[in-house]
């Protein structure tokens, strides 16, 4: 149970590394690629802020407050004893995506970003897409708990 947190962060954070570099080494910033038209592009943008390009040349403050969420999410999960496999696949998706943009943030002060979906409102990453789907994950756990206690208690009733 343990395992699968850290290898679900290690995977997507080594993926969320891997794919930057490939853009960085075969794209100019502002250059696009359409790859599926009308469902996903290539764009190469550097994000020197926050989601939305919000509070822009902020980066290495956001990169630490990455590295402060991750030691955060490590100390929460010693604490927890109970139904946690869920809440650590959550919690892994949501890590790999602090550490895949807080180690850009750090190093370069900005993030790489290149996958522009349908209309092309906004552009992403890998980890961006992991900390989407570490929140969705941890949303439908906590809505499963939920379901089973109102369905324990009125069982007991």
């Known amino acids: 149970m343990i395992a699968i947190f850290y290898w679900i962060a290690l995977f997507m954070t080594g ?8 853009v960085r080494l075969n794209m100019q910033v502002g250059d696009t690629r359409p790859f599926r038209q009308g469902v996903l592009q290539f764009t190469y943008y550097q994000n020197s802020g ?4 919000s509070f822009q040349g902020y980066g290495r403050l956001f990169g630490v407050i990455a590295v402060i969420f991750i030691v955060m999410v490590i100390y929460y999960r ?5 139904n946690r496999y869920w809440k650590d696949v959550g919690l892994a998706f949501l890590v ?12 370069f002060g ?10 092309g ?4 990453n890998i980890a961006d897409l992991s900390i989407n789907v570490g929140v969705l ?3 439908a756990s906590e809505i499963v708990a939920s379901i089973r206690t109102r369905a324990r208690e009125k069982s007991l009733r």
Do not use: P, Y
């Open 110 to 119: 900005k993030v790489t970003d290149f996958l522009q979906f349908g209309s």
């Open 78 to 82: 010693k604490k927890q004893t109970a």
């Open 137 to 139: 994950v941890l949303f």
């Open 50 to 53: 926050a989601a939305r390009s």
């Open 15 to 22: 993926l969320d590394q891997i794919t930057k570099l490939i």
């Open 121 to 124: 409102q906004g552009i992403m």
């Open 96 to 107: 790999a995506g602090a550490a895949g943009n807080g180690v850009e943030r750090l190093l």
